[in-house]
């Protein structure tokens, strides 16, 4: 486990290892040194800063504030009925069926200004997935966009 996704930590270089059982931790003992000492101090001080009470709060409100973020969407989303759209149960990654649109969804980004990844790279052809860990008014903006797509 790491603070990497839920504090933005990801090139500090601290990730760090629950074992359960005298077996992990003896395959942990024979890996290489680089392996096991390959932490950064940053990455240590972000870290534990990340895991205080400070950290934990800011990830409530975090977590929180995407939550609005995810309703919001969905909420605009609403406006685009042949959009096919269920909001996700967690995260900011969500996926929208342009099945019914007749828009390609490689397409999206130039007739939108909205990137996103067409779901063909990801093995689901007709969909377009979005990262949207974003400001309300970007996520506003980016539903509004998608909805005059196919109106």
């Not at 930590?9 to 629950?18: E, S, T, V, Y």
């Not at 950064?40 to 800063?49: D, I, R």
């Not at 685009?80 to 397409?107: C, F, K, N």
Request: with cysteine; proline share 4%.
């Amino acid at each position: 486990m790491s603070a990497s996704k839920g504090w933005n930590l990801p090139g500090l270089a601290c990730a760090q290892l629950i074992m359960t059982s005298a077996e992990h931790r003896r395959r942990w003992s024979a890996s290489p040194f680089v392996v096991r000492h390959g932490t950064s101090p940053l990455g240590a001080v972000a870290a534990t800063a990340a895991y205080g009470m400070d950290g934990v709060a800011h990830l409530d409100a975090l977590v929180d504030y995407q939550q609005r973020g995810r309703d919001l969407f969905a909420a605009r989303m609403a406006g685009a009925p042949a959009i096919g759209y269920a909001a996700p149960a967690a995260t900011y990654i969500h996926w929208l069926d342009l099945r019914d649109t007749r828009v390609d969804p490689g397409q999206v980004a130039e007739r939108t200004g909205v990137i996103g990844t067409n779901g063909s790279a990801c093995g689901t052809a007709g969909f377009l997935r979005l990262t949207l860990a974003t400001s309300h008014a970007v996520i506003g903006d980016v539903a509004d966009r998608l909805v005059d797509l196919v109106d």
